[in-house]
């Protein structure tokens, strides 16, 4: 597996390099978000450990722009503290998040359930098919949402957020539920991330989004 570690800080670079690499995965290294992106055009990246506080393009806008051609696992790296930032990256589709300084050990269970996830999603695990309700259709398979027939851009959260919704029609999944089966990771704040996911799933799917459906006090449903 290769995982692109980006950072401005070569002694973090060079700690989960040697860390990473004795634990069989294959490291490339980035300074910056430029550089990253460049690595991700010309490799084939698995995994991205991504800084958000770097030179010339910040974590932030990086993946931000990776999103926009791949929906390889990002797991963002952030200073203590700065909750606003892991919620902006949650919403531009980072997949997890680990504050500094961290557990190796505690990195390496993230990288290794995102990976899984990941696998899991590839595989088939949403089944290879289309969901059809009135004016929405979501191909599983082709990872595409349409209202009305125009294509909509979700984010890999948002579109599995709403598969996972649209394969159990009427069922009511709490927070924790959604945060265990589409993020697999706990930690503060997470239920913001899921009111904020839905809230913007909802405005991009405009009148289709009233599917969506609040049961106040237990989660969401689609109905």
């Not at 300074?31 to 010309?42: H, P, Q, T």
């Amino acid at each position: 597996m290769n995982i692109l570690v980006v950072d401005d800080e070569k002694d973090m670079v060079g700690l989960l390099n040697s860390y990473l690499t004795s634990n069989g995965y294959y490291v490339f290294p980035a300074g910056n978000g430029r550089e990253a992106i460049d690595v991700m055009k010309s490799e084939s990246i698995d995994l991205v450990l991504l800084d958000i506080m770097m030179p010339f393009m910040d974590g932030l806008e990086a993946a931000q722009e990776i999103r926009t051609f791949s929906d390889v696992p990002i797991i963002m790296l952030t200073a203590k503290g700065n909750e606003d930032d892991r919620v902006t990256g949650l919403k531009i589709g980072a997949d997890d998040y680990v504050v500094k300084p961290f557990s190796p050990k505690e990195l390496l269970a993230r990288i290794e359930a995102a990976l899984r996830r990941s696998k899991g999603y590839k595989n088939g695990n949403l089944t290879s098919q289309m969901i059809s309700h009135e004016e929405l259709t979501v191909d599983l398979k082709g990872h595409m949402v349409q209202v009305d027939g125009i294509t909509v851009n979700l984010t890999r959260k948002e579109f599995l957020l709403l598969a996972l919704l649209m394969q159990n029609q009427g069922q009511v999944f709490s927070r924790e539920q959604l945060l265990d089966q589409i993020w697999g990771f706990e930690s503060e704040g997470t239920a913001r991330t899921v009111d904020t996911h839905i809230k913007t799933l909802r405005l991009k799917l405009k009148a289709a989004g009233s599917y969506v459906q609040t049961v106040w006090g237990v989660g969401y449903k689609f109905n």
